[in-house]
């Protein structure tokens, strides 16, 4: 019921600024949240953002907070991840995700991206 197609990825250079993209397709009611993980080379996945569809409200993960920002585009169906002060740990490939649920929790997304590689150099 829900497509989500990533952009936006690229090589920065450290401190540097990026922005993803997610285009959403598919009924609002399966996207009531929209998160941005990101996978590492040997890492396990990992949170990083997320927002109610509805309301705007977000989320993050300790570890980016103050740097991104995650946003929605209501007349788009487009959530963005804006990534400030890039450090090269910050070197991974960036899913989107979205979740039925209206709950602050992880691990309840129904749908993923296929994401979009960003790589911070030192």
């Known amino acids: 019921q829900v497509q989500l197609v990533e952009s936006g990825g690229g090589l920065v250079q450290a401190g540097g600024s990026l922005r993803v993209s997610c285009a959403a397709s598919?009924?609002?009611?399966?996207?009531?949240?929209m998160g941005w993980f990101r996978q590492a080379p040997g890492k396990e996945r990992e949170f990083v953002a997320a927002?109610?569809?509805?309301?705007?409200?977000?989320d993050y993960a300790d570890s980016v907070t103050g740097r991104f920002t995650i946003s929605r585009d209501n007349a788009k169906n487009t959530v963005y991840l804006q990534l400030n002060s890039l450090k090269p740990e910050d070197t991974a490939v960036y899913y989107c995700?979205?979740?039925?649920?209206?709950?602050?929790?992880?691990?309840?997304?129904?749908?993923w991206g296929q994401g979009t590689q960003v790589t911070v150099s030192s």
């Open positions: 995700a979205a979740s039925r649920s209206t709950m602050w929790r992880v691990r309840d997304y129904d749908y």
């Open positions: 927002i109610m569809w509805s309301t705007g409200i977000t």
């Open positions: 598919g009924r609002t009611f399966s996207r009531a949240k």
